[in-house]
């Protein structure tokens, strides 16, 4: 008696179509009910010339074929069926003892076969195994496509990040040989930001990097995804919009939220040209608050040139005036 149960084939045969090919319509009727209890969806065929016409409109994961049938044998529905599909899994069941009949399938590659009378034990094994090898395989081929199309988006990121590490450089190198501000001592004692301010930046920070990241990854770019961010540029302008001295920065800022949450479809149609800018003025925004964390508020002043630059091109992007600033992004 065979150790596998109903239960068990399930467990693999439950999402797998089958075509059944038989000419003993009692036999048929009888083996089609229990294919039913197995199989997601059983199709049935009395011949092999019907069964090859309902191969060709629709896939099965298995075709269960007669070897003796009228209009069309087993032998010549198995090698249509290889011209068709050279992978299919075909399984032959046969009354007849015919090593002739054996060897042809054989060499088709046939490695499944039951002797009539079918028993249903030896049906349930050979089903489970069959079923759980196409299982597998199935699952082999989902994680190799998986697999493929992660290493794809891997490398486009890295092709994105090699280009925003370069723009960094860029940048850096431009805020290096910027010309020094000269900062009156005045304004310099105004430069000093709360620490509850500062603490607030930081946590704006984190949601901004976030919403940014988001917004990048996600192939379902929403206008409330747009307008989270432009809020959220918003709070961060207003902190610093209470300190004079960053007055111009927080106006930039400002000027930023408001086009986010006014034109949020424009952001949308133009994402694939803002993205990696606006990464590049998320970083070097948190440079920016590190500095003056760092009461280093001379360094702090000198990228405000640039990130005010940087503003103005997302701004003038999402507005559709990018033509009338090129001059900034020549460091491109």
């Not at 409109?57 to 009228?70: A, L, W």
Request: hydrophobic share 40%; net charge negative.
């Amino acid at each position: 008696m065979s150790a596998i149960t109903i239960d068990m084939a399930i467990n693999f045969t439950k999402e797998l179509k089958i075509l059944y090919v038989e000419d003993d319509m009692e036999l048929q009727a009888q083996t089609k009910e229990f294919f039913e209890v197995l199989f997601k969806k059983t199709s049935v065929a009395s011949d092999g010339k019907e069964a090859l016409e309902m191969y060709k409109e629709e896939s099965y994961d298995i075709v269960i074929s007669d070897v003796k049938m009228p209009k069309m044998d087993g032998i010549e529905l198995s090698t249509k069926i290889r011209e068709i599909h050279p992978n299919q899994c075909i399984i032959i069941v046969s009354a007849y003892n015919d090593s002739n009949y054996l060897l042809k399938f054989i060499n088709m590659n046939i490695r499944y076969f039951m002797q009539k009378p079918i028993e249903i034990d030896n049906m349930l094994e050979t089903l489970y195994y069959t079923a759980k090898s196409i299982v597998n395989e199935k699952m082999v081929e989902e994680y190799r496509a998986d697999l493929e199309q992660s290493n794809k988006e891997l490398h486009t990121k890295n092709k994105e990040l090699e280009s925003l590490v370069r723009i960094l450089d860029s940048k850096l190198v431009q805020i290096g040989q910027s010309k020094k501000v000269t900062i009156k001592k005045d304004d310099l004692e105004h430069a000093k930001l709360e620490t509850a301010d500062l603490n607030e930046l930081k946590e704006l920070e984190i949601d901004i990097s976030g919403a940014a990241v988001l917004i990048n990854l996600s192939k379902n770019i929403t206008t409330s995804n747009i307008q989270v961010l432009g809020d959220l540029f918003l709070s961060y302008a207003k902190i610093i919009a209470s300190y004079k001295i960053y007055e111009e920065l927080s106006t930039s800022i400002l000027s930023l939220g408001n086009t986010l949450n006014e034109a949020p479809q424009n952001f949308i149609d133009r994402v694939s040209d803002i993205a990696t800018l606006l990464e590049s003025f998320i970083y070097v925004l948190r440079i920016w608050r590190g500095k003056v964390e760092s009461e280093e508020f001379q360094s702090a002043i000198e990228f405000h040139s640039s990130m005010i630059n940087d503003l103005s091109t997302i701004i003038a992007i999402v507005s559709g005036t990018e033509n009338d600033i090129e001059s900034e992004m020549e460091f491109f």
